[in-house]
């Protein structure tokens, strides 16, 4: 199992959204970053721990805990002309972009701030500190359970 943080704008699609979805299930889909890509296509698997993020926010934080339910498979949306990630490169022989499945497990008793990761010694050097655009992260097993602890869990 892998530890991951997941990263969207409230606005667009938050962790209740996630939660109000059947079975709290949904696909993360437009994202469009290689890298981010990389990761949902050849990495993040079933079974692997999400933290979600809220960004582009007057305070982002992480605000919940989620679990991986379906491994990598071709973005549709980037294939639909009326969708807002759609990508005419994209097609359905070379699909460029992956999503997972992702599943609402629960939200943090207390929100995580950015502001407070970036001041922990432990989580100086998560991925959302250093590079905080790159919308799918990588977080190790100590920095996910240290934040946890510092959401209330555990």
Not at 12 to 37: K, M, Y
Request: charged share 25%; net charge neutral; with cysteine.
């Amino acid at each position: 199992m892998r530890y991951w943080l997941f990263k969207s704008e409230p606005a667009c699609f938050s962790f209740t959204n996630l939660q109000a979805r059947p079975g709290g299930i949904e696909h993360w889909d437009g994202v469009r970053n290689f890298q981010a890509r990389n990761f949902l296509r050849d990495e993040i698997k079933s079974g692997d721990r999400v933290l979600f993020y809220h960004s582009s926010i007057p305070e982002p934080a992480v605000v919940g805990l989620c679990t991986v339910v379906r491994d990598g498979y071709p973005d549709h949306t980037a294939l639909d002309p009326r969708a807002d990630h759609f990508d005419p490169r994209a097609t359905a022989e070379k699909p460029i972009w992956y999503m997972v499945d992702v599943r609402a497990d629960r939200p943090l008793p207390r929100e995580v701030p950015l502001a407070v990761i970036r001041e922990h010694p432990l989580l100086a050097a998560m991925p959302l500190v250093n590079r905080s655009r790159l919308s799918v992260q990588p977080v190790t097993e100590e920095q996910f359970n240290l934040i946890l602890h510092l959401g209330g869990l555990r």
